[in-house]
């Protein structure tokens, strides 16, 4: 046989098995599930995750640990117990969070007043990240900066109240009903915290109805996130800290607060994808209303316009593809 008559038996037998992975890609490509995917990479999830995480431990965690010094001895309690509940810590590393509440006195004294209103400004970076990721997940416009530098001092008042609530919980609701009672409060009150973050963060533009599954999804997601690193947490902090000593529990730390942050940001785009489908899941999210929008609210981003590959995920752009949300206006030549 010729080469030319092999090489066209060949394609013979291969187009069909094109064929068929064609319709594949397609059916895939028209799932629900692809579409979460696409807005994962049109949020590169994967940088938002890291810079969310690593965020929450250099300005969040400070915050909370400084907040702790200024309250009363039963409040600085309850915040520590849920810290260390949330984190998954046990041992050693226990003993370094304790120690770090323990010395209020000099927190105090090394802060003063002024110092925790810069402190809790510092701090606003963590929730100028977090609105970041939910308005990029909902192809929002940016609001007002005023409102913006608002709503992070809210956002923290509320997940400080919030981790005091736990701790207070954890303390009275001890042991058989109790411990069963404990979940049911703590996984609603993590929803509520939830469903309100993305109202607050997308400037109240966004129907509670269609915020309630981002709601019920992040607050039970970070709820199990939270009881499994009692398993991996304990484990990871004794090797980390074994192999880079006090180093090794702040990269344990920044593990731990990078993965919640991909729980909110994997959430915060399924969410913003079911409240934009057109079929049942979309109508079950949005009720009756044709929109997730309230009455009034700015028109949504476009979607991209390019085909969006895995690099995307890392951020990662073509050099003329300007993101939604960049800050910088696009190069020109």
């Known amino acids: 046989m010729s080469a030319s008559g092999l090489i066209r038996r060949m394609k013979r037998r291969v187009e069909p098995l094109q064929a068929r992975l ?12 692809w579409r979460i995917w696409e807005r994962l990479l049109e949020n590169e999830f994967l940088d938002r995750s890291v810079a969310l995480g690593a965020k929450a431990f250099v300005s969040f965690f400070p915050f909370v640990i400084v907040v702790a010094a200024f309250v009363g001895p039963r409040l600085r309690r309850s915040l520590r117990a849920t810290l260390v509940s949330r984190l998954g810590l046990s041992g050693d590393s226990v003993t370094v969070v304790k120690q770090a509440f323990a010395s209020s006195s000099d927190i105090r004294r090394a802060t003063g007043l002024l110092g925790l209103i810069l402190l809790a400004f510092y701090a606003t970076s963590f929730t100028t990240a977090l609105q970041r990721v939910f308005l990029k997940a909902w192809r929002r416009p940016r609001g007002s900066q005023a409102a913006a530098r608002l709503r992070g001092p809210a956002w923290l008042a509320a997940i400080i109240a919030f981790s005091a609530l736990l701790g207070g919980l954890r303390h009275v609701l001890v042991g058989g009903p109790g411990t069963v009672a404990f979940v049911v409060l703590s996984t609603a009150a993590s929803i509520g915290l939830w469903w309100a973050t993305g109202w607050l963060m997308l ?19 970070l709820t199990l996130y939270a009881a499994s ?6 484990p990871t902090v004794a090797s980390d800290q074994h192999q880079f000593g006090f ?7 920044v ?3 990078t993965g919640a ?6 959430v915060a785009c399924a969410g913003a994808a079911l409240a934009d489908e057109e079929g049942r ?4 999210a949005r009720g009756a209303e044709p929109s997730a929008l309230r009455p009034g609210a700015a028109p949504a981003l476009p979607p991209p316009t390019r085909p969006l590959t895995l690099v995307n995920a890392v951020g990662i752009h073509a050099r003329d593809e300007h993101p939604p949300d960049s800050e910088s206006p696009p190069h020109r030549e």
């Open 22 to 33: 064609g319709a594949v890609r397609r059916w895939v490509e028209d799932t629900f599930l």
């Open 203 to 221: 400037q109240g533009q966004v129907r509670w109805r269609s915020l309630l599954p981002s709601g019920v999804l992040t607050g039970v997601g």
């Open 229 to 234: 690193a009692s398993v991996w947490m304990p």
């Open 247 to 253: 180093f090794g529990v702040a990269l344990a730390l």
């Open 255 to 257: 593990t731990w607060f």
């Open 261 to 266: 942050g991909t729980v909110v940001v994997v």
């Open 281 to 284: 899941l979309g109508r079950l």
